[in-house]
């Protein structure tokens, strides 16, 4: 289906807030390094996509993979869901968190208030919103101290809210995530050097 305009600027907010990390993200250094060693763009963008997998690149992949099952289990069994998660996963939850960005990633709470006016404007349901907020009320609590959602899990709410599947949500960063490593890979071409 075609968006509707409410659909695709909620869309265009998550790719938009996806494109760039900066320069110490793997796959942005990965591509600078590539055309440092010779590559063509092509080379330095190829590059940088092959790394961008589970480690780097797959919590938004991996946090509407848990956003989903919390929503088929209910919300009364989200402590199991995040339990059983972590079991099968590590300490970690996907899309809660992260080392640059504390305590709050900056993108995040735009994001989410995207996803309201969005809910407010009949564009979605906010049922997957109100998930993740669960998700980050639960882990403070648990966890002693805040762990806040971060650019992975607010981009997550909206594809989910959308309704694309978990792997469509990495790939849609992946579209993302090369408009910023072409023009890293660029500004490193017009530097030179090696």
Not at 80 to 97: E, H, M, T
Not at 163 to 182: H, K, N, Q, W
Request: glycine share 10%; hydrophobic share 45%; aromatic share 6%.
């Amino acid at each position: 289906d075609l968006p509707n305009a409410g659909e695709a600027k909620l869309l265009e907010a998550a790719l938009v807030a996806a494109v760039d990390h900066g320069p110490q993200a793997p796959s942005i250094a990965a591509a600078r390094m590539a055309v440092t060693c010779g590559l063509p763009l092509n080379g330095a963008l190829a590059s940088a996509v092959n790394m961008l997998d589970d480690v780097h690149g797959g919590a938004g992949e991996q946090a509407v993979r848990l956003y989903t099952q919390i929503a088929k289990a209910g919300l009364d069994a989200l402590p199991q869901v995040v339990a059983d998660w972590r079991a099968a996963n590590g300490k970690y939850v996907p899309g809660f968190g992260h080392r640059f960005h504390t305590p709050t990633d900056p993108r995040t709470p735009a994001l989410m208030q995207a996803v309201e006016r969005a809910r407010v404007e009949g564009v979605c349901t906010g049922e997957f919103a109100q998930i993740g907020q669960a998700i980050e009320r639960h882990l403070a609590t648990s966890a002693g101290k805040p762990i806040p959602m971060n650019i992975d899990g607010a981009t997550a709410v909206i594809y989910a809210e959308l309704g694309f599947p978990a792997p469509l949500a990495r790939g849609l960063f992946l579209l993302s995530r090369s408009v910023g490593i072409l023009a890293h890979a660029w500004e490193q071409t017009e530097q030179g050097g090696r």
